[in-house]
């Protein structure tokens, strides 16, 4: 399974941004596909995750309301739709995907994208 994240960028705070993923190397209608940050000196934390069959969601409440995860099957991506973005969301985030259920821990998920960085300036 390869997972390649992009989209990240330098935004003001208000704006929006639009995280893609995207996977290969499976099949992945039995797979949840996450979506995690990592800011610098913190630990890696749960932004959202996304049942690829059926497309049931599940968010942190810090994002809820903001962000909203989606997939298109067709062409195996997952995005990460963030709007009225916040000086504190600036992290590092990673796509990340695990057989089976969805849940909201980093050490569930087996394999890993490469990151992309976001930037939130007040």
């Known amino acids: 399974v390869q997972l390649q994240a992009f989209g990240g960028g330098l935004v003001q705070a208000g704006e929006s941004l639009r995280l893609s993923c995207v996977a290969s190397?499976?099949?992945?209608?039995?797979?949840?596909m996450g979506w995690f940050r990592q800011a610098p000196g913190n630990e890696r934390e749960f932004v959202a995750a996304i049942r690829w069959g059926g497309g049931s969601t599940v968010y942190a409440g810090s994002v809820k309301g903001r962000f909203t995860v989606s997939r298109d099957t067709r062409k195996n991506t997952v995005y990460l739709q963030m709007n009225s973005l916040k000086p504190e969301d600036t992290a590092v985030y990673y796509c990340?995907?695990?057989?089976?259920?969805?849940?909201?821990?980093?050490?569930?998920?087996?394999?890993w994208g490469q990151g992309t960085e976001v930037t939130v300036s007040s």
């Open positions: 990340a995907a695990k057989t089976l259920l969805i849940s909201s821990r980093w050490i569930d998920y087996d394999y």
């Open positions: 190397g499976r099949t992945f209608s039995s797979y949840t």
